[in-house]
């Protein structure tokens, strides 16, 4: 009988403390992010450059390799990373090399051959931080 009684008042004490959880949680200001992107011109095709890649290294990785390699190894990501930072290199100077500088293509600002150097450096930090 005491398990009893004290299962009660524990739930009790649980159905109260969610109660006023949530009636605070309802007090609360409701924050919504808004996210947008940057860019002027044709900056912002740069962002499919990775998608490409990256969905072409994984069908020829598992292909050559057998189904689920890619996700099981780190070496495909990285060749992935770092052939998309060869892309967007290249992509982003074939569009701005006869650009006079205020009509480069950009995305957030930066011309989109610099983008290179970020997905380059992105690539690094994730194969930094795996190990």
Request: with cysteine; net charge positive.
């Amino acid at each position: 009988m005491c398990d009893r009684q004290a299962n009660a008042v524990w739930e009790q004490l649980h159905l109260a403390s969610l109660k006023r959880l949530a009636k605070l949680e309802n007090q609360l200001p409701v924050r919504d992010f808004d996210m947008f992107i940057i860019w002027h011109r044709l900056g912002i095709l740069i962002l499919l450059v990775p998608i490409v890649v990256f969905v072409t290294i994984q069908l020829v990785v598992d292909a050559a390799l057998g189904q689920g390699f890619y996700i099981a190894h780190l070496w495909p990501k990285v060749v992935g990373g770092l052939l998309t930072a060869l892309a967007v290199g290249a992509f982003g100077y074939s569009m701005n090399k006869n650009e006079p500088r205020p009509r480069k293509h950009r995305l957030f600002f930066l011309p989109v051959e610099y983008w290179s150097a970020v997905v380059a450096a992105l690539t690094v930090v994730m194969a930094v931080r795996s190990n």
